[in-house]
Structure formats: C-alpha cells, structure tokens
C-alpha cells in the first residue's frame, strides 16, 4: 500500500488482508499477528524518521525496510497463554494448516528448572545461524541497590592480558587472553580456506555453523570473565 498509494497499514487492516493467506493460517493467529505487528512497528519507526529528514533533523535518509532474503527466518513469538506446561514439557499448539500438512498439531521442549513457568509472559523462537534458540520473557525482581563504598578497580583491557586489573586496597590479577584469541585466529583462519576463491558475501551452513560455536565461545568466554570480575 505504501509503494502504490502512499499508505501505512495499521494492525487492523494488515490483520484483515492477511488472514486467508495460507502461510498466516499455517500459524496460532496470535503468532501471526504478532509477526504482522512487528512489520507495522518497523514501517512506524520508518515513517516517524522520514518526517524528521524531511523537516531537517536528520543527516542520513532512512531506508524503507527490506524484504527478508529468499530462505531467510523470523523471530516467531508465543504469548504465554497460549503454552500449556504438560509433565514437566511446554506445549507449544500449531495452526490447523500446519496438522493438514504434516499431521501434528503440536511439539514439545523441556522446561527450565531455573524459571518459575508463572511468571513467563512470553516464548519466542529465535533462528541464528542454522539454529534456534528459545528465549524467555519474564519479569525479574528488582534488584537491590548496591550499598556505596570507596573501593575502586580500574581495567586495562588488551590482548593476551585480557582484562588487567589493579584495585585501590592493593589486590591486583590479569585475566589471560590468548584462549580468546586462540579460539578467534582459528576461527578466521577456518573462514579464510572456506571462502577462498568465493565471492566475498559467500555463505553456507558450514559456515553458519562455525560462526555459531565461535559467538557461543566468545559469550561464554565474557561471562565466565564478568563473573570472576565481579
């Protein structure tokens, strides 16, 4: 509608011209619809930045947002009354098309021992690099205020001293970096004789897969590093 009459949709209506199309069917409409908001959202931020170009207050023209990739995959999310606990596995219901399809009107995952399901308020499935991760949504408590106190650390970060640390009351450690950095130069070195002789935007599962263990190294790497920090 934008590109033929210069129009934004709102939810209602891109809601009403979506929902005979067989991929929303294919859905929970409450998953759907929630796919279909965050297309309005982004065409919002759009719209709301394109006023402040053209009044001046912008540098840089925004871009209308892109058409996903051929093959590429959203974020799908599940508000939380839609989930059934069932022996300890999270029901996760499936649209009537998907069970004319495929047969199976839902799927199951194990529950996190370390999340209380009743304060879950929402579930979604995130693809990265030829995986998906399940991420929870819930309110966590407040955390309580840190009492103030004099004692300062300072950090020098860097390479194969990874976090050089000195305190004010005399304590001092270096965090070792060159399992870091050990775990990156071969992992660019495994990229480089992949995509040797390939085109520079060049990508396969192959290397989905090893861009995925080397970002799972790296977050663990830093949160093992914060952790002993702290």
Same mark, same amino acid.
């Given at each position: ?20 199309? =067989? ?97 879950? /308020? ?14 929870? =949504? ?36 270096? =965090?070792?970096?060159?399992?870091? /950095?050990? %775990? ?5 070195? !495994? ?14 599962? %192959? ?5 995925? !263990? ?9 949160? /093992? ?6």
């Amino acid at each position: 509608m934008l590109f033929k009459v210069g129009k934004y949709l709102n939810n209602a209506e891109l809601d009403k011209i979506m929902k005979t199309n =067989v991929h929303f069917r294919a859905l929970r409409s409450a998953c759907a619809q929630q796919t279909l908001h965050g297309v309005i959202e982004s065409f919002k931020s759009y719209k709301a930045l394109k006023k402040k170009y053209d009044k001046g207050q912008l540098t840089d023209k925004p871009r209308v947002p892109k058409y996903r990739k051929k093959g590429g995959l959203s974020v799908v999310s599940y508000p939380a009354r839609w989930v059934k606990l069932v022996k300890g596995q999270l029901k996760f219901t499936l649209g009537k098309q998907v069970k004319a399809w495929f047969g199976i009107d839902h799927f199951l995952l194990p529950m996190p021992s370390n999340i209380d399901f009743k304060s879950i /308020k929402e579930y979604r499935f995130v693809p990265r690099n030829g995986c998906f991760y399940l991420e929870f =949504v819930y309110e966590r408590p407040k955390p309580k205020p840190v009492t103030p106190t004099e004692n300062v650390l300072g950090i020098d970060p860097g390479l194969n001293n990874w976090l050089t640390c000195v305190s004010n009351i005399g304590k001092s450690f270096i =965090v070792d970096g060159r399992k870091v /950095k050990s %775990q990156n130069q071969w992992y660019n070195k !495994r990229v480089s004789a992949i995509k040797k002789g390939k085109q520079c935007d060049y990508w396969d599962e %192959q290397l989905a897969s090893l861009t995925e !263990r080397r970002n799972c190294q790296m977050r663990d790497n830093v949160n /093992k590093a914060a952790k002993f920090v702290v």
